[in-house]
C-alpha cells in the first residue's frame, strides 16, 4: 500500500458548488498532517495543516479521520482561482521529519 | 526574505553531461529537500538534509549527489545526466511542519 493515496481527479465543478477530496495514508503512527496546492506550474504552496482532528480557514476545512487513516478537504462556494491541484502531505521517516506527497487530485471550477 | 530561490529556471543537456542545481534559504531553515516532480509520479524526494553537515537519500537517489556546506546552500549535482532525469527539480526548506518551496528548475536531457 501506498504512504499516501489521491485521487487524481479531475473533479470538475460549478463556481458555487461544495467539494471534497479524500486522501488515504498507510502510517497510524502519522500525527500531522497537510494540503498543499500547486498551480500549473509553479511551485507547491502550503494550504492548511491538521493536527487533530481538523482545522478550518474561511471555505476551507480539513478533517483527520485516525480510525480510518484518511484526511479530507472540503472546499465550500467554489471559486474559479479555486482551480489547481490539492496534494496530501504526511510526515514519515525518523522523526517524521521526510515529508510524503500523494500525487494530487485535480480541481477544475467552472463558471 | 528571498525565500528559497534555485537557478537555472531551464537547462538543457546532452546525455552524459553532468551539472549541479543551486538552492539557496534565508530563512535558517535547518531542513531542506531536493523533489522531481513527473507526471501522474506526484512528488518524489531524491535526497534531503537536517542540518549542515548531514545529508541522507530520499526515495530516488540514485544519479544524484548533494552536499550541505553551509545553512543556507543545497546543491543537486547530476553525475551523468539521463533522458530519465528529465523532470522538474524542486528544492524546499522546511520549519516545523511548513516546507517552503523554490520555484522549480525545468531540465530536460537529450
Known amino acids: 500500500r501506498k504512504e499516501v493515496e489521491q485521487d487524481p481527479g479531475p473533479f470538475n465543478v460549478p463556481e458555487g458548488a461544495t467539494v471534497a477530496f479524500n486522501c488515504t495514508y498507510s502510517?497510524?503512527?502519522?500525527?500531522?498532517f497537510f494540503w498543499y496546492r500547486q498551480d500549473c506550474r509553479k511551485e507547491p504552496k502550503l494550504l492548511m495543516s491538521v493536527y487533530s482532528s481538523g482545522n478550518e480557514d474561511g471555505r476551507f476545512t480539513a478533517q483527520l479521520n485516525r480510525a480510518s487513516q484518511y484526511i479530507s478537504l472540503l472546499i465550500r462556494d467554489s471559486k474559479l482561482s479555486d482551480s489547481a491541484t490539492y496534494l496530501c502531505?504526511?510526515?514519515?521517516?525518523?522523526?517524521?521529519?521526510?515529508?510524503?506527497f500523494g500525487t494530487g487530485t485535480r480541481l477544475l471550477v467552472s463558471p | 526574505n528571498a525565500g528559497v530561490t534555485q537557478t537555472p529556471k531551464f537547462q538543457v543537456l546532452k546525455t552524459g553531461q553532468s551539472m549541479t542545481l543551486q538552492c539557496a534559504q534565508d530563512?535558517?531553515?535547518?531542513?531542506m529537500s531536493w523533489y522531481r516532480q513527473d507526471p501522474g509520479m506526484g512528488l518524489r524526494l531524491i535526497h534531503y538534509?537536517?542540518?549542515?553537515?548531514?545529508?541522507d537519500q530520499g526515495e530516488v537517489p540514485n544519479g544524484y549527489n548533494v552536499s550541505r556546506s553551509t545553512t543556507e546552500d543545497f546543491p543537486l549535482r547530476l553525475l551523468s545526466a539521463a533522458p530519465s532525469q528529465t523532470s522538474v527539480y524542486f528544492c524546499?526548506?522546511?520549519?516545523?511542519?511548513?516546507?517552503?518551496f523554490g520555484p522549480g528548475t525545468r531540465l530536460t536531457v537529450t
Open positions: 530563512m535558517n531553515h535547518e531542513y
Open positions: 524546499a526548506s522546511k520549519r516545523e511542519g511548513e516546507q517552503y
Open positions: 502510517n497510524s503512527a502519522s500525527q500531522s
Open positions: 502531505v504526511v510526515p514519515s521517516g525518523t522523526g517524521f521529519q521526510k515529508l510524503v
Open positions: 538534509s537536517v542540518g549542515a553537515g548531514i545529508t
